[in-house]
C-alpha cells in the first residue's frame, strides 16, 4: 500500500513539471509564445516586415478597439492574415480585481469583456485567448471568463532559475507569461538567453510578453526590436516553434 502511494505522488509529480510534453504534438526542441499587449498596432506592423524572414508569429493582445482608427485595424487585419493571433486584452485596460472590487463583477464583464468582444469578433476570427491587464486576476474571475475565452494569460516576475519559472506552459489554460521590456527588474539579455536555452534543451514552450517595440528604449514598457530579432533568430536557428495562446488552448 505504502508503495503504490509513493509511486502515485511521483507520478503526479511529474505530471506538473514546468514542461509539458504533449503526445499530440511534436515539440522536440521547444516552443516560444511571443505576445504584445496594448495598440502599439504601428510599431507591431512594421516588426513584422523586419521579421518575415523568420517565419515568426505571435499573439497581438488588443485594448480599446473602440478608439483605433480605420488604418490600424486594416494593419491588425493584415497580421492575423499572416498568421498572427488577435487577442483581447480588455476594452479600456482596466484591472480585474480593482475594477471589480469598485463596481462588481456583472459590470467588469459587461465593460471590459463582453463589449469589447462584440466589437472584435465583427473585425477579427472569434477571439478565443484574452490577456488580463497588469496580470490582475483570481480564481472567481478566472472562473467567469473561462465561460468566454479558451485560454487566460497572467503575468509572472523574477529571474528564478529557469526550472522553478512559471512562464513555462504546463498544460493548465491559466498561463503566465513572463516581461521582457526593458524596464522589468529581471530583464536582461544573459538570462533572455538562458531561458530560450532551457526551453530548447528541455522541449518547454516558453511564454514572453512586452509591448512597445522600438529601435532603442527611452521609457517603460519598451523592448529593442533588436532583442526581438535576437529572439527570433534563435528560434529559428534551434528549430523552437513559434506559437501564440490559441495554440496552447488547442493542446
Not at 511521483?10 to 509539458?20: E, G, M
Request: aromatic fraction near 14%; proline fraction near 1%.
Amino acid at each position: 500500500m505504502k508503495k503504490t502511494l509513493l509511486f502515485l505522488i511521483i507520478a503526479y509529480s511529474i505530471s506538473f513539471v514546468a514542461c509539458n510534453k504533449n503526445n499530440n504534438m511534436e515539440y522536440e526542441n521547444g516552443g516560444v509564445v511571443l505576445n504584445f499587449d496594448d495598440h502599439y498596432v504601428q510599431e507591431w506592423i512594421r516588426a513584422d516586415s523586419l521579421l518575415k524572414k523568420y517565419n515568426w508569429k505571435a499573439t497581438f493582445n488588443v485594448t480599446m478597439i473602440n478608439k483605433l482608427d480605420a488604418q490600424q485595424i486594416e494593419w491588425l487585419q493584415y497580421l492575423e492574415l499572416q498568421g498572427h493571433e488577435i487577442a483581447g486584452h480588455g476594452l479600456n485596460h482596466k484591472e480585474a480585481v480593482e475594477y471589480i472590487s469598485k463596481y462588481g463583477m456583472d459590470k467588469y464583464l459587461n465593460d471590459e469583456v463582453d463589449s469589447m468582444t462584440y466589437l472584435m469578433n465583427q473585425k477579427f476570427n472569434k477571439i478565443t485567448s484574452f490577456t488580463y491587464p497588469g496580470g490582475s486576476r483570481n480564481k472567481e474571475i478566472d472562473s467567469n471568463m473561462f465561460e468566454r475565452f479558451s485560454i487566460l494569460r497572467a503575468t509572472t516576475y523574477g529571474a528564478e532559475e529557469p526550472k522553478k519559472q512559471r512562464c513555462f506552459f504546463n498544460g493548465s489554460h491559466l498561463v503566465f507569461g513572463l516581461g521582457i521590456d526593458e524596464n522589468y527588474e529581471h530583464y536582461s539579455k544573459e538570462y533572455l538567453e538562458e531561458l530560450l536555452k532551457y526551453t530548447r534543451d528541455n522541449d518547454c514552450i516558453l511564454i514572453l510578453y512586452a509591448h512597445h517595440i522600438t529601435e532603442s528604449v527611452d521609457g517603460i514598457y519598451q523592448m529593442k526590436l533588436s532583442t526581438l530579432d535576437y529572439i527570433c533568430d534563435y528560434a529559428k536557428s534551434n528549430n523552437i516553434k513559434f506559437m501564440t495562446l490559441s495554440d496552447l488552448a488547442d493542446l
